[in-house]
């Protein structure tokens, strides 16, 4: 199977030099058929200039976007590019280094077995978090739990983005319809998922927040995260109204 990995990227020059051979690394071990795909957002750091250099020796394709455009236009570009160009398996990762590479092979097999959306998890069992503080792991539990409540969620962790779709999960979805950005936009593209009858899996993973570089969730990008919740539970409402008449 081939499969494209989505890194958004901005200032993240140090990361990919690590992240990006480590991935091929797993490639090339697991005998897996993959590229890369950075979508970078004019990072001022010359991120682009060393995907160019990594381009030379493995295969990665750059999307230079004019700009800090957000998290969820970069995903839907390196998704865009990825179906366009037949791959069957499109997976989403962090380039800060805090989604470990050799938890790759396990996310595709979740796809592999037969789960249309693979979840790379923090919240299921043989999962956890390195080196948060506790104000940011109970941010973080309590917007899942939110997800499971009000969206109807079966994941344990909605707001992971290290994860794997089947290319026809993302070709089914019309992408003009999904109005998040940044984090929240994980959330969304899991509740359309799972509201097209998806069939989604969770594997464990240990998250290991970044070392080089600063976060860049800020308390608008929180903010933002509730407000799209509360709209996902009126229309799931909505349409839960719709079909009881």
Request: aromatic residues 10%; charged residues 25%.
């Amino acid at each position: 199977m081939k499969v494209s990995i989505v890194l958004p990227t901005y200032n993240e020059k140090e990361n990919i030099s690590i992240v990006v051979p480590e991935i091929f690394e797993v490639f090339e071990k697991n005998k897996i058929e993959g590229e890369v795909i950075v979508v970078d957002d004019s990072s001022p750091d010359g991120t682009a200039e060393v995907a160019k250099k990594l381009s030379k020796k493995y295969a990665i394709r750059l999307i230079e976007r004019k700009g800090k455009l957000g998290l969820g236009t970069a995903y839907l570009a390196g998704f865009r590019d990825a179906i366009s160009r037949k791959s069957e398996i499109i997976m989403s990762m962090d380039a800060d280094q805090s989604h470990n590479p050799k938890n790759i092979p396990a996310i595709i097999n979740l796809v592999e077995k037969g789960f249309d959306v693979g979840i790379g998890s923090r919240y299921v069992q043989g999962g956890g978090i390195k080196n948060w503080p506790l104000s940011r792991k109970l941010t973080s539990f309590g917007a899942n739990q939110l997800a499971k409540i009000l969206l109807g969620s079966k994941a344990n962790d909605n707001t992971s983005g290290f994860r794997a779709y089947k290319r026809s999960v993302l070709e089914s979805m019309d992408f003009e319809k999904i109005h998040s950005n940044g984090y929240s936009f994980l959330v969304e593209l899991l509740f359309r998922a799972k509201s097209n009858g998806y069939k989604i899996g969770e594997t464990p993973i240990i998250f290991s927040d970044r070392i080089i570089g600063k976060s860049k969730l800020s308390s608008n990008e929180i903010s933002n995260f509730f407000l799209m919740v509360l709209r996902l539970f009126f229309e799931r409402a909505k349409n839960f109204l719709k079909f009881k008449k």
